[in-house]
């Protein structure tokens, strides 16, 4: 029973690390695309060496976060899994069929159709995912 019990806490301790690398890695990625994005505007007026390095570094950064993703998914179960794929195919599809069709509505809307509004829309979905299938599982 012993046995048990220290696997069992093993575990959730590679989840709580995995969860926190996550973390970690998201907002690097989330700082690097601001410097990526603000920074030719505000810091390094459009130096276009800075500019290239400073996506470089986000792209580097981005996968980073991929693999802490990819680490994270792999050390949960498989109800934790199932919950995940599940959302995250959810704002996947929806993702990619309602932001080609609002690219294609650009043309009828009086403001400016931007990828932002897709990825916030893609979040959202996710999050809805995610508490439809930890209500569906409890």
Do not use: C
């Not at 695309?33 to 400073?54: H, R």
């Not at 893609?122 to 809805?128: G, H, P, Q, S, W």
């Amino acid at each position: 029973m012993n046995n048990q019990n220290t696997e069992s806490s093993t575990w959730a301790a590679n989840i709580v690390k995995n969860t926190v690398q996550l973390a970690w890695w998201t907002a690097a990625w989330l700082v690097t695309m601001a410097l990526a994005k603000f920074g030719p505007l505000y810091i390094w007026e459009s130096n276009k060496v800075l500019t290239s390095l400073a996506i470089l570094i986000n792209l580097l950064v981005g996968f980073g976060m991929i693999m802490a993703n990819k680490r994270h998914l792999k050390g949960l179960d498989e109800m934790q899994q199932r919950i995940q794929l599940n959302a995250m195919a959810l704002s996947l599809g929806i993702g990619l069929v309602a932001g080609m069709g609002y690219a294609n509505l650009a043309i009828l809307i009086p403001f400016k159709a931007d990828i932002s509004h897709v990825i916030i829309m893609m979040a959202l979905i996710y999050l809805a995912g995610m508490f439809a299938g930890i209500r569906k599982y409890q």
